[in-house]
Nanobody, 115 residues
Framework: QVQLVESGGGLVQPEGSLRLSCVVS????????MAWHRQAPGKEGELVAS???????NYADSVKDRFTISRDNAKNTVYLQMNSLKPDDTALYYC?????????WGQGTQVTVSS
């Protein structure tokens, strides 16, 4: 069973920064595609960023040039560095593990951007 635990969320002022972490246990992390999604109240869920096992990265247009996804295979951890945060970035952020046609999700970490 693959388990994902996110951390790093919180309350931040506009233009501030946060770094989210997602630690994975079980599975073969190095072979998985990892992604960050977010869900805000009243809005559709959004794929924020993804990184493949080979390090190929993709970002939603709404976060390009502000967010950076990275992974540390030695620590079974994927990160999301978020800079220049905006109130519209307020959401529950959760990570996804994809491998061998299976997907697993974490419980999420709340990010609130407000002055």
């Amino acid at each position: 069973q693959v388990q994902l635990v996110e951390s790093g969320g919180g309350l931040v002022q506009p233009e501030g920064s946060l770094r989210l972490s997602c630690v994975v246990s079980g599975g073969i992390f190095a072979l998985a595609t990892m992604a960050w999604h977010r869900q805000a109240p009243g809005k559709e869920g959004e794929l924020v960023a993804s990184i493949t096992d080979t390090g190929l990265k993709n970002y939603a247009d709404s976060v390009k040039d502000r967010f950076t996804i990275s992974r540390d295979n030695a620590k079974n951890t994927v990160y999301l560095q978020m800079n220049s945060l905006k109130p519209d970035d307020t959401a529950l952020y959760y990570c996804r593990y994809s491998a061998s046609s299976r997907r697993y999700w974490g419980q999420g970490t709340q990010v609130t951007v407000s002055s």
